[in-house]
């Protein structure tokens, strides 16, 4: 069940799904409760939208992965996790000069736990080492997922794909973006 976490299949899906986000934090925040195992926190976003993530903001204004990151942090916030201005999107997007992997967003090296305590990762290596120690199946408020695809434009070593709805930003027109599976 800890497979296929950044890209579910060989084909990329359009852009029009209602998918999730992948949110992790890039530095440890305030030290959990005792029962919790230590590290980062991931979740998988308990809404979903398109490949055009600007949508998904209210306010909107920022666009592609600013977007993506916005997203993560107001849903942090809400959930009250610590730190929620340190999580990013776990996405790639190569549309511009500068592309990024999604792997190098991240500057921990890790450990992941989801908002449940339960490790995923131990270092950046085993986030993107073909399995995951847990299911990233779990959303900012501890609430269990069976199988919800998230976008990712990503491959299972954490690379860019090359489909990212045209930088995250069209949820449309036949734009393809890569999913993951959070099961």
């Known amino acids: 069940t800890t497979k296929n976490w950044t890209e579910d299949q060989p084909v990329d899906r359009l852009c ?11 530095g440890p925040g305030a030290p959990l409760p005792p029962s919790f195992q230590g590290g980062a926190m991931a979740f998988v976003t308990s809404p979903g939208g398109d490949g055009a993530l600007s ?7 920022e666009e592609g992965l ?7 942090r107001l849903r942090a916030n809400a959930a009250g996790l610590p730190a929620a201005d ?34 995923i990762a131990q270092s950046k290596a ?9 299911p ?9 997922y069976s199988n919800w695809p998230a976008w990712t434009g990503t491959t299972t070593d954490g690379l860019a794909t090359g489909a990212d ?10 734009a393809q973006g890569t999913l993951g599976e959070s099961r």
């Open 16 to 26: 029009e799904g209602p998918h999730r986000l992948l949110c992790m934090q890039t």
């Open 55 to 61: 949508q998904w903001l209210e306010a909107g204004g």
């Open 66 to 72: 600013a977007a993506a990151d916005s997203v993560c």
């Open 86 to 119: 340190s999580f990013v999107a776990f996405l790639s997007d190569l549309s511009g000069e500068d592309g990024v992997d999604a792997i190098d967003r991240l500057t921990l090296d890790g450990p992941w736990i989801r908002t449940d305590g339960i490790r």
């Open 126 to 134: 085993d986030l993107v080492d073909g399995t995951l120690d847990a």
């Open 136 to 144: 990233l199946n779990v959303d900012e408020f501890g609430t269990f």
């Open 165 to 174: 709805c045209v930088g995250w930003n069209v949820g449309n027109d036949g």
